[in-house]
């Protein structure tokens, strides 16, 4: 038995299976991130009527991100991948329940919002270069192109099903319901991971 950066390769779960169910669980929480971006700008607009807030939400959300990745792909190289993920995804939860908390004390400053964006987002780039690069450790060689289109796949849903999902929650539900169910999203992701571990070890 081997490990590849924190995932045990073994016999007992095919390599392929085991990136399919980490793979839904990082789709799920794709999907989840998407519905509180887009929430977030539309809630923010509705808030102030800017166009400049909402954009300024977008920015929250991608820039940290971007600019931190570089440094992400390092940690990706050096350190654990499954821990790097895991502790990707549960910071990811931290900023969003800052403005969850925010919101349910009856606080309509804009800076929670743009705070529990940021911090988002900073373990966004902890999370994803991980991810990404767990396409070596779970995969043989022969299935990457396979894994790297299906991640793909997954990170367009964010800008496709997100905003439509996004849509009909907000037109049910407060904002807080939709942020809650990207903290599941999350949840779930963490599961998975957590799951082809334990599967490995079996």
């Known amino acids: 038995m081997a490990a590849k950066k924190g995932f045990l390769v073994s016999d007992k ?6 990136f399919l169910i980490v793979w839904f669980g990082q789709w799920v929480s794709t999907i989840g991130s998407g519905l509180t971006g887009f929430a977030l700008g539309v809630y923010v607009f509705h808030l102030t009527g800017s ?3 909402y954009s300024l939400i977008l920015l929250a959300s991608f820039l940290p991100s ?8 390092v940690m990706a190289d050096r350190m ?9 995804d549960a910071g990811t939860i931290i900023g969003v329940a800052m403005i969850i908390v925010m919101l349910m004390l009856g606080i309509t400053a804009l800076w929670p919002i ?14 994803n ?7 070596t450790d779970l995969l043989d060689e022969a299935h990457y192109s396979k894994g790297s289109g299906l991640m793909q796949l997954a990170e367009s849903s964010k800008f496709i099903l997100s905003p439509m999902i996004a849509g009909v929650l907000m037109s049910m539900f407060p904002i807080t319901v939709v942020l809650l169910i990207d903290c599941a999203t999350f949840v779930i992701a963490i599961l998975t991971v957590f799951w082809v571990k334990k599967q490995s070890c079996d």
Not at 13 to 18: I, K, N
Not at 66 to 73: N, Q, T, V
Not at 129 to 135: D, E, G, L, N, Q
């Open 51 to 53: 166009a400049v807030h």
């Open 80 to 88: 654990n991948r499954r821990l790097q993920m895991i502790i990707g």
């Open 129 to 135: 270069p991980a991810y990404k690069a767990s396409v």
């Open 13 to 18: 779960l095919a390599g392929f299976s085991r």
């Open 66 to 73: 971007l600019l931190l990745k570089p440094i992400g792909g």
């Open 114 to 127: 743009y705070l529990g964006t940021i911090v988002s987002s900073i373990f966004v780039a902890v999370q």
